[in-house]
């Protein structure tokens, strides 16, 4: 991997770098012809593997664009002269990482439990002192009831 300096005098220098990165991280093939076997005599292209693909991650993209570490790149990204240009690429990053958490289930769970969601009710407790007495007023709207059998009038 060919490592470039982060310094740069123009930020379309670097967000030229930042695209290099994500070209590298997908790897190189080339097509090999595959001979066919005793049934089928043809031959078919296979795409073999020069360099494996690679996971989009923020240290590789840090280390290949000439960061010492981790903490340096991350405030070049806060105070640097081409930050907007690093938000992006961290923006991409995290672009990547979404669409794959989409691939499973507990990957979605993650992702809306991250964007706010809660997968349990909430239970809001208050400080302040409520009144929780229920008042109950009964209202007669018929005859009394009956006090034992002998007064049922049938």
Known sequence: ??????????AAVLANR???????IEGTSHLEQKPGNGKDPTSTAQKVWDREPESATIAGMALFLGFSSKLEFE????SGKHASVLKRGRLRLE?????RLYQTPTGVIFALKTLG??????VQKSNTKTNDTLKVEV???GPLPAGNEKEVVL
């Open 117 to 122: 969601w809660n997968d349990k009710p909430e």
């Open 139 to 141: 209202v007669n709207t």
């Open 75 to 78: 405030a070049y990204e806060v």
């Open 95 to 99: 672009a990547a990482y979404e669409s």
């Open 1 to 10: 991997m060919k490592i470039h300096a982060y310094h740069s005098k123009s």
């Open 18 to 24: 930042i695209e290099q990165y994500f070209k590298h």
